[in-house]
């Protein structure tokens, strides 16, 4: 299935469906006119010949050769490796099928450049309607939230909001700003162990030294800036509305959740994802979430 070619009769099923959560909420975001990227679900019980016709079909539809490769497992019981790389086309076949191996469906998606994103952000949506969010600047990514792999640059909060949309949250409603707990050198260091374990560049004090000549060589410098500009309060009250659109169209037994956000290298403004579970939230107070 490829996402821009769903009738909203098809996302609507695929929504009802509700078993791959990444899938359907991907879905979710598109019926609600929020921008994604394009993507294509592979169901696990696909054969490499059906793959391979169907990921064939999809850089097609965005004139492209290589796809960003992701999994998605339902509800999650065990370690799996991560994904989000972007691979040439027969490369992201083994990749694909390495997913397919253990029994996890596989989302393709149109290829990004996560080395050098220029904002990431998750807004959670909390059982009352109020919310909390994080988000890390240019070189992070938002796996590094989810994963409590990187402490945030910033924090924000806001009260209950009604899921009116229309302008219900204002930038005088949202609180917070830097988290000071942590220096930008720290920060870069957790996201140059997040680098090395994506690309499977080893453990210990030398993945850090990898992933660092990994960014240099490709040019993917902007996570050494230290010229870090955040998030406008009004940018977030948007981002709010939309999160509140999605609690909305769920109701109450879907909260708490988090939605995923980000500026792509490119300035695209986009959502990865709706996430569910338990999460912790806080001006640096990390935890572990229970959804990764």
């Known amino acids: 299935m490829i996402l821009s070619k769903l009738s909203s009769a098809e996302l609507l099923r695929e929504i009802n469906i509700r078993l791959y959560p990444k899938w359907w909420t991907l879905c979710l975001l598109r019926s609600l006119g929020l921008q994604t990227l394009n993507a294509c679900f592979i169901d696990p019980k696909y054969d490499s010949e059906h793959i391979k016709d169907l990921v064939g079909r999809f850089t097609k539809e965005i004139k492209r050769d290589d796809v960003l490769v992701r999994s998605d497992g339902g509800t999650e019981k065990k370690i799996y490796p991560r994904g989000g790389i972007t691979y040439e086309y027969k490369s992201s076949l083994q990749a694909i099928n390495d997913f397919i191996d253990l029994g996890r469906s596989v989302i393709v998606m149109e290829p990004t450049n996560r080395l050098s994103n220029i904002l990431s952000l998750n807004i959670s949506i909390k059982q009352d309607l109020s919310w909390e969010a994080e988000a890390l600047g240019c070189g992070f990514d938002t796996s590094d939230l989810q994963r409590d792999l990187v402490i945030p640059e910033w ?138």
């Open 155 to 292: 924090s924000w909060s806001g009260d209950r909001c009604e899921p009116s949309g229309g302008g219900s949250v204002r930038a005088r409603d949202v609180r917070g700003g830097p988290i000071t707990n942590c220096t930008h050198d720290d920060r870069i260091n957790q996201r140059l162990k997040s680098i090395a374990e994506l690309f499977n560049l080893g453990d210990g004090v030398n993945c850090i030294e990898f992933a660092r000549s990994l960014l240099l060589e490709s040019n993917n410098t902007c996570l050494f800036s230290t010229h870090r500009i955040a998030p406008s309060r009004s940018y977030i009250a948007r981002i709010v509305e939309d999160a509140l659109l999605i609690a909305n169209y769920l109701g109450d037994d879907y909260l708490p959740f988090t939605l995923a956000h980000a500026q792509l290298s490119d300035r695209r403004r986009i959502f990865w994802d709706v996430s569910f579970g338990k999460t912790k939230w806080g001006f640096g107070e990390r935890c572990s979430n229970d959804f990764r």
